[in-house]
């Protein structure tokens, strides 16, 4: 009886707390409900619009009757997290920006797992067009800043969060508004690539975590969506300039505080130390390409787009596809604010028929440079299938373990002794290009065990930075470390 009078209590409070809070308050006092809708003619007007509306909980703390509410509705999360855990995210304060349809998606799920305090920011409204993708906007909602329409709908679920509707584009000059209040998270749902990366460049200034959720567009299959470092991506032509944007920025910093550019350098430029950056993509092969101009847009393009010199072609996206990045980043930023991570997979799996070609061409090697071959006194066994799948994935990450060249080039790649004095073991293996194997095989071949730069432990005695084939002293001394944690 008790259970049931604090139940009926509760149910009346949060009745209560949407019909007041259901509306998102604008700048002008309005709330979201009434706020009338804005055509697509008037969205520049509100890019750099500073001011946020909050939706939701007030600051009090919920009475023993609301609390029991709040308890039963996240019980589930709970029984999955722990209590500490689900506590934890609902003290956490996570930044969304881009509340499009991997945005909207990622939000969603934070706000109905509990997260305290959610600040959604986007510049752009909801359109008819964009209804195949968003997690919940409807026909009501078209014409509404999408972040308004987010905390409205979210508030009639989640009442006891808070959510902020920030109507802005972001940009760095945005970023003290953006970012204040010390966020525990940040998921990027951007599509422009510039914007894409002062929102990386910012985060990591102020040490906070953020999830990049890459091209969702032009592809279907689910399950070949990964979560791993942007240095791993591939077939994802959003990541190709990410990287490309961020390599350049990085390097005039350095340029310009007195180090040496390395625009030149043609080896390790993709390192895994190069990038910190988790992303969500797709490695399916692009299916569709941008769709065409008719010919008001080729002749006014100005008339058209959500802001000055926005692309205009539009790419085909199938709305499941931004549902599952949107979902992928929450699980990414949830089970880490719980703190009970998961070790996604990053990259394509590797195919068997692969490896065990890759094997084959192993003993093939241990046959012809060592004499090592079953049935042959002193026979020491090899890496197996298995063994090697593990290596070239989990270990070099489908990469030159000099270079970095991937595994997607043109380029011939094998496996070899690190060390020539020790056995073709998983930690002794490195996957390199069939050049680079043949100039470590020579090199180790003189002097019975490892490379020269690193038994002097000097540098002369290693490639210089326009060598593609020799590797750095510091490179061979990355790869030896490495090995050493296998072994």
Not at 124 to 141: E, F, M
Request: net charge neutral; glycine share 8%.
């Amino acid at each position: 009886v008790g259970i049931g009078v604090a139940t009926g209590v509760a149910l009346g409070w949060f009745a209560a707390r949407v019909t007041l809070g259901s509306g998102t308050s604008t700048p002008s006092g309005h709330s979201a409900a009434s706020h009338p809708a804005r055509s697509g003619s008037d969205k520049g007007s509100d890019v750099s619009r500073p001011s946020g509306s909050t939706t939701g909980a007030s600051s009090g703390t919920p009475t023993p009757a609301e609390e029991t509410l709040i308890t039963e509705q996240l019980s589930r999360n709970e029984l999955f997290f722990g209590e500490p855990g689900q506590q934890a995210i609902r003290r956490a304060f996570v930044v969304v920006v881009g509340v499009g349809g991997v945005g909207s998606h990622a939000a969603h799920m934070l706000a109905r797992a509990g997260v305290g305090r959610l600040r959604l920011v986007d510049f752009d409204n909801v359109t008819l067009s964009s209804l195949n993708r968003h997690a919940v906007a409807t026909r009501a909602d078209v014409g509404r800043p999408k972040v308004e329409a987010c905390a409205a709908h979210f508030a009639d679920f989640a009442p006891f969060s808070t959510f902020e509707a920030v109507d802005r584009l972001y940009e760095a000059a945005a970023a003290e508004d953006v970012l204040a209040g010390r966020p525990d998270f940040v998921v990027d749902a951007i599509d422009d690539i510039k914007t894409k990366a002062d929102l990386i460049e910012d985060c990591a200034a102020r040490g906070i975590p953020v999830i990049s959720a890459l091209a969702a567009g032009s592809k279907a299959d689910p399950t070949r969506v990964a979560i791993g470092d942007l240095i791993n991506t591939v077939n994802d032509p959003l990541s190709l300039k990410l990287r490309w944007e961020l390599r350049t920025r990085w390097e005039r910093e350095r340029a310009a505080a007195g180090g040496k550019p390395e625009w030149g350098k043609k080896k390790s430029v993709e390192t895994p130390d190069d990038f910190n950056v988790q992303v969500v993509y797709s490695y399916e092969k692009i299916r569709t390409g941008l769709s065409n101009l008719d010919g008001d847009q080729i002749d006014n393009p100005d008339q058209f787009g959500a802001m000055p010199n926005m692309r205009l072609r539009v790419l085909p996206v199938l709305g499941t596809q931004p549902a599952v990045f949107g979902m992928a980043c929450a699980a990414h930023v949830l089970t880490r604010l719980a703190d009970a991570p998961f070790a996604p997979r990053g990259m394509e799996p590797l195919s068997r028929t692969f490896a065990a070609k890759l094997c084959e061409k192993l003993r093939l090697r241990e046959r012809r440079s060592h004499g090592n071959e079953p049935l042959k006194e002193g026979y020491v066994p090899v890496a197996d299938v298995l063994e090697i799948a593990f290596l070239v994935e989990e270990v070099w990450g489908c990469k030159s373990a000099f270079s970095g060249i991937r595994m997607e080039s043109r380029k011939v790649f094998e496996l070899t002794r690190f060390d020539r004095s020790k056995p073709a073991l998983p930690h002794n293996l490195i996957f390199v290009t069939r050049e680079e194997a043949a100039a470590h095989d020579a090199e180790t071949a003189v002097t019975g065990t490892l490379p020269r730069a690193l038994l002097l432990g000097d540098d002369r005695a290693a490639g210089s930075e326009g060598d593609t084939v020799t590797p750095t002293l510091g490179t061979l001394k990355r790869v030896q470390q490495r090995l050493s944690t296998l072994d």
